[in-house]
Each structure stands twice: as structure tokens, then as C-alpha cells.
């Protein structure tokens, strides 16, 4: 079946750095990649969509300056949090579409970033 | 039975017991729904979906019930099992406009499996 792989799956940084979080599709072609924000007993909250070649789309209220997508081919985005404060502590995960299975989304096993 | 949490509602059932986990969902517009099972410190993992022309889908164990009228989705799960127990959500999908594609998940259900 489809898998989505996600690094780091823990990260821990100083106030006032950047990190990069990677989503790859290991065995399908994603052409859109969608990253989720989910804060502990929330739910999961959709930050931007990552189209292949093109700009991300981001949700009402998500600073794309701060939160940088970059999904340069067609089995990687990128999401970098940039300047990161303690407020941006939180569970980063990706989800990735098969260009060929229609609607089926799958997962990434989610980032824990830890920002002191 | 269910209770609302700080911010999850919380239902806690015993182990061969049956379990129905409830979602009201927002868009009328929304075509296609799906259950997730989310286990601590992990990203969601596909259980169930359904499509708008649809009221019942059944899968091993699980069903899913759509309600379109009121806007309601519901997740049974027979013989409910200790590994079970993790959060629940929902989620729908219009498959037009600029939404195309976008997952917006649901507020979430604890479950939790007592032996």
C-alpha cells in the first residue's frame, strides 16, 4: 500500500532557529501534499496544500513567511518552520494524495517539534 | 458512555463490548468522508469511508453511517478490542472548487477499551 514517510519524527530547537521537516512518498507519485498542525487533545488542523511545481495554498490565518512549503517533485514537500518560538510547539503532520488512486490520502507518522 | 472532555469527548467502553463513535459534520457540500484512528504520538490511519451517495458502508468490524439530512457520520465498531482504544476522527472532503481535495477533520473521540 501507499506509505508517506516523515522526518524527523522528534525535533527539539532554540527559540529563534529554523527546521526542516521532510514528507516523502515512498512508492507513489504525490502530486498534492497537505500539512497539519495538531496541538495535544485537538484535532488535526489543515495549515497549507502543497501542490508538485507549484505555490502552496495556505489556510486562513497560517503565515506563509513563517511556515515554508516546498514541494519540488513529485515524492517530496517540505515544510520549514522558520524563526521558530515556543507558540510553534506542536505535532506537524503531512498527508499525500496518489495522483492515481483519486481520493486516497495517506499519512505521514508526524513530527514532534519541541521549540525551548 | 460519552463525556466531554478539556477538549476531546471521551467514550469508554468494555472489551467485547459494541462501540459507536458520533461526528457532525459541517459542509453540506462535503462529498466523501472518512474515519481515522490516531494512536499516541502518530499520524492518522485509515479505517473507513463513504461517499455522498451512500448511507452504510460496512468493513471488518467496522460501519459507517451517513446521515445527510442532519449531517451526522457515525463509526461502529463490534467487539471492541483493547488495541482499540486511541482517538477517532472524522473527516470530510468536497471533491470540487477550491476545496478540492482538502481534509477537514472532525473534533475527535477518545475511546478507550477497558479488559
Known amino acids: 500500500g501507499a506509505v508517506v514517510s516523515q522526518h524527523p519524527s522528534r525535533v527539539i530547537c532554540k527559540s529563534g532557529t529554523s527546521v526542516k521537516i521532510e514528507c516523502r512518498s515512498l512508492d507513489f507519485q504525490a502530486t498534492t501534499m497537505f500539512w497539519y498542525r495538531q496541538f495535544p487533545k485537538q484535532s488535526l488542523m489543515l495549515m497549507a496544500t502543497?501542490?508538485?511545481?507549484?505555490?502552496?495554498?495556505?489556510e486562513q490565518g497560517v503565515e506563509k513567511d513563517k511556515f515554508l512549503i516546498n514541494h519540488a517533485s513529485l515524492t517530496l514537500s517540505t515544510l520549514t518552520v522558520t524563526s521558530a518560538h515556543p507558540e510553534d510547539s506542536s505535532f506537524y503532520i503531512c498527508?499525500?494524495?496518489?495522483?492515481?488512486?483519486?481520493?486516497?490520502?495517506?499519512f505521514g507518522s508526524g513530527t514532534r517539534l519541541t521549540v525551548v | 458512555g460519552e463525556s466531554v472532555g478539556l477538549h476531546l469527548p471521551t467514550l469508554s467502553v468494555q472489551e467485547g463490548d459494541n462501540s459507536i463513535i458520533n461526528c457532525a459534520y459541517s459542509?453540506?457540500?462535503?462529498?466523501?468522508f472518512i474515519w481515522y484512528k490516531q494512536e499516541s504520538g502518530k499520524g492518522p490511519q485509515f479505517i473507513i469511508d463513504i461517499r455522498s451517495n451512500m448511507d452504510k458502508r460496512q468493513g471488518q468490524r467496522v460501519t459507517v453511517l451517513l446521515n445527510k439530512t442532519v449531517k451526522h457520520l457515525s463509526l461502529q465498531i463490534a467487539a471492541t478490542q483493547p488495541g482499540d482504544s486511541a482517538v477517532y476522527f472524522c473527516?470530510?472532503?468536497?471533491?470540487?472548487?477550491?476545496?478540492?481535495?482538502?481534509?477537514?477533520f472532525g473534533q475527535g473521540t477518545i475511546l478507550t477499551v477497558h479488559p
Open positions: 498527508s499525500a494524495r496518489d495522483q492515481w488512486q483519486g481520493r486516497g490520502y495517506t
Open positions: 459542509n453540506s457540500a462535503s462529498d466523501y
Open positions: 502543497s501542490n508538485e511545481g507549484s505555490k502552496a495554498t495556505y
Open positions: 473527516a470530510e472532503n468536497i471533491s470540487g472548487g477550491t476545496s478540492y481535495g482538502k481534509l477537514t
